[in-house]
């Protein structure tokens, strides 16, 4: 079956700029992750969904991050106002029930550059 | 709060050589824990993952794992590596209550003929 997907592939943006990322999920899995991965790091968490909520935000760096999830699968994390730090590889996960046992699918990454 | 060390950034074999990839954790409370690989221009892929029971945890690709509560460790292992298993492999740790991932800063395998 098909697995996570997200678009662009790549963006790149001037400093400033507002950005949008998207996310499609594995249907049916109603636990959604975002997580950023900057040059030479591991991934680190930005925010979980579980269905249409936002259950854990702690992981957003500042108020310029947002993310909805309106229907409960794709997601949209949005970047106001870019910053040439904002440039990293954006990862979006899904599991099933979003319980700490399940194994989290990866998408392959929205490359964002900010110039 | 959960931390995760891989001991070594970039690990040199030769092909069919055994590797093993280092990884300590630390946590105040029960974590489960996952190694996970990542090809190339691929997104992440779970390789294996710890969640209770026997402390030796097989996956894929011939890799396994062993759980050290004592030590805190949970290094990955295998005993003959080919070509094909480079990439970056990263170790992670979870809480038993919902997914959120703390990951290591990966260990890039480069294995050479």
């Known amino acids: 079956g098909a697995g996570v997907s997200q678009t662009p592939s790549n963006k790149v943006t001037e400093k400033g700029k507002y950005v949008e990322l998207r996310c499609d999920p594995i249907s049916g899995h109603t636990a959604l992750y975002w997580y950023r991965q900057s040059l030479g790091q591991g991934p680190e968490f930005l925010i979980y969904?579980?269905?249409?909520?936002?259950?854990?935000d702690s992981g957003l760096p500042n108020d310029r991050f947002f993310a909805v999830r309106p229907e409960g699968s794709v997601s949209t994390l949005k970047i106001q106002r870019t910053e040439r730090g904002d440039s990293a590889v954006y990862l979006c996960a899904s599991s099933r029930e979003g319980v700490g046992a399940e194994t989290q699918y990866f998408g392959p990454g929205t490359r964002l550059l900010v110039l | 709060a959960q931390s995760v060390t891989q001991l070594d950034s970039q690990v040199p074999v030769f092909e069919e050589a055994p590797v093993e990839l280092r990884c300590n954790y630390s946590s105040s409370v029960s974590v489960y824990l996952f190694w996970y690989v990542q090809y190339p221009n691929q997104g992440l892929q779970l390789l294996l993952k710890y969640l209770s029971g026997s402390t030796l945890v097989k996956g894929i690709n011939g890799f396994e794992a062993e759980f050290n509560k004592s030590q805190t460790s949970f290094h990955l292992r295998k005993p003959s590596v080919h070509i094909s298993d480079t990439a970056e492999y990263f170790c992670a740790a979870g809480g038993t209550s919902y997914g959120k991932l703390t990951f290591g800063q990966g260990t890039i395998l480069t294995v050479h003929p």
């Open positions: 969904f579980q269905g249409t909520g936002a259950a854990d």
